[in-house]
C-alpha cells in the first residue's frame, strides 16, 4: 500500500467529528472508531475549513468495496452486518480503522446489488426490416445521413434457455455517440437481466427519435413467434420497459408517442438525464409531435442537480413542466438525484432497477419505494425534488 496523503488526516478527523455529533459514532472515551448505520439513511460529511477533497473516498475492507463517499460527501452503499472499514482515496490508505454495524438495508441499496439470475448474452444483426424500418438515420443537427445500425446485444437470464416461462423485457437507447458496448453500459444492462429481466441494447449512437428503440422492440415481437428463435414464447409483450440516457432519454419518451402499435406495447419508461422541451426542440431530439401527454406509459423521469443536468440539460423548471403535463401516464414519478449530475449511473441504478421491477415484474419491495406517503424515494436524502401522482 502507498503512503498516506498528510490532507487526509484533517479530513478524516472531520468526518469522525461530524459522525460523533450525528450520533452515528461512539466516540466517548475514543477507545474505539465505531458507529451504526441503517443503509440508505445517508450521512453528510462535512469537510474542515480550508480543506478540499475532489476523488471519491472509498471506505473498503481488501479489496471488497463496501461503501462510499462521493463528492458530495455522503456515507451510502453499504451492505448490512459488522465489518472493519478503512478510509481509501485513490492509491492511498488511512490507517484508522472503524467497526461499522449496519443493522439495516433499504430497498435502494438492495437493488443496486446484483439480482438472483446467472446471465448470459447474444450479438444479433438485424435486417433492414428493423434497423431501416423508420428510415436511415441522420445526424438531427446537420442532417447528414449517419450509417444505419445493424446490431443489438441481448442480456437475458441464463434459465430462459430451459424455462418455460415469459419474461419482462427493458430495451435500453444509449446517448449520443455511444452503444450497448460503450463504458458502464454492459455492466448496467446485465445488472437489469439479473432480476429477470431479456434487456437490448443496440449499436445506434444518435437515437434521440427512438428509431432504433421501436426497431428492437418490433424485432422481439417477431422473434416471440419465430419457433426457430431463442426467444420464441420467452417474452411477456405486457411487460415492455424502455430506458434511455441523455440523448437515447430523449428516444425512449419518443418510442412511447410515436410509433403506433410499437408505443402502445410499451407499459414502463424511464428517462435518465434526458434534455428539456426547449434544448430537446432545438437539437431535434423531439419529434415535431412529440407530446408528454402522449405518453401512456407508467413514466419515471430523473436527473441530476449538478450543472450539466441543471442549467443545461433538463432544468427543475422544465422537468416540473414536463411531470405537469404527463398526464396520459397511469403512473408518473419526477425526481432528482442530489449532488449527482449528467447520466451518473451508479447513483441512479437501484432506483431505475426497482421502477421495472415494479412496473414490469409487481415486485412488491419494489412498490414500496414509489407508493404512498411512506416512499422510500419520497425520504431518502439523496433524492430530493420528488413528486408522484398517479392519473
Not at 484533517?10 to 467529528?17: D, S
Not at 430451459?162 to 444509449?174: L, N
Request: with cysteine; aromatic share 12%.
Amino acid at each position: 500500500m502507498k503512503g498516506v496523503k498528510r490532507v487526509l488526516i484533517p479530513f478524516l478527523a472531520a468526518i469522525m467529528i461530524v459522525l460523533c455529533l450525528s450520533g452515528f459514532a461512539a466516540c466517548g472515551e475514543q477507545k474505539a472508531h465505531g458507529f451504526e448505520l441503517k443503509t440508505g439513511e445517508s450521512v453528510e460529511i462535512t469537510v474542515a475549513d480550508g480543506e478540499q477533497a475532489d476523488d471519491v473516498m472509498y471506505w473498503a475492507t481488501g479489496d471488497e468495496t463496501v461503501a462510499v463517499i462521493e463528492n458530495d460527501f455522503f456515507l451510502v452503499g453499504m451492505a448490512p452486518g459488522s465489518t472493519k472499514l478503512y478510509g481509501m482515496m485513490g492509491d492511498d490508505t488511512i490507517s484508522l480503522e472503524y467497526d461499522v454495524t449496519v443493522t439495516a438495508y433499504s430497498l435502494e441499496g438492495k437493488f443496486k446489488e446484483p439480482g438472483f439470475y446467472a446471465v448470459k448474452s447474444q450479438e444479433i444483426t438485424l435486417g433492414k426490416e428493423y434497423t431501416e424500418k423508420w428510415g436511415i438515420p441522420v445526424n438531427a443537427m446537420s442532417g447528414n445521413q449517419l450509417s444505419p445500425w445493424q446490431k443489438c446485444m441481448i442480456w437475458y437470464p441464463e434459465e430462459l434457455e430451459t424455462s418455460e416461462k415469459q419474461y419482462p423485457v427493458i430495451v435500453f437507447g444509449s446517448g449520443s455517440d455511444s452503444t450497448y458496448a460503450t463504458a458502464f453500459v454492459p455492466s448496467m444492462l446485465q445488472h437489469f437481466a439479473s432480476y429477470g429481466f431479456i434487456v437490448v441494447g443496440n449499436d445506434e449512437i444518435a437515437d434521440g427519435l427512438g428509431k432504433a428503440i421501436a426497431g428492437c422492440i418490433s424485432f422481439l415481437l417477431d422473434a416471440n413467434k419465430d419457433e426457430e428463435s431463442f426467444l420464441n414464447g420467452k417474452i411477456d409483450e405486457t411487460a415492455i420497459g424502455v430506458l434511455g440516457g441523455s440523448q437515447g432519454g430523449a428516444g425512449a419518451l419518443n418510442a412511447c408517442c410515436n410509433f403506433g402499435e410499437i408505443s402502445e406495447k410499451i407499459a414502463a419508461v424511464c428517462s435518465w438525464s434526458a434534455p428539456g422541451m426547449t434544448l430537446g426542440r432545438a437539437i431535434k431530439w423531439y419529434a415535431d409531435d412529440f407530446s408528454f401527454n402522449k405518453i401512456s406509459a407508467a413514466c419515471f423521469m430523473l436527473a441530476g442537480t449538478g450543472t450539466i443536468d441543471s442549467e443545461l440539460i433538463i432544468p427543475l423548471r422544465e422537468m416540473q413542466d414536463n411531470y405537469n403535463n404527463c398526464n396520459s401516464s397511469p403512473f408518473v414519478v419526477k425526481a432528482r438525484i442530489n449532488y449527482s449530475d449528467h447520466t451518473d449511473y451508479e447513483p441512479a441504478k437501484g432506483y431505475m432497477t426497482a421502477w421495472f421491477a415494479y412496473r414490469l415484474q409487481n415486485d412488491p419491495e419494489a412498490a414500496k419505494i414509489f407508493e404512498g406517503s411512506t416512499a422510500e424515494i419520497k425520504n431518502n436524502a439523496r433524492w430530493v425534488d420528488v413528486e408522484i401522482k398517479e392519473n
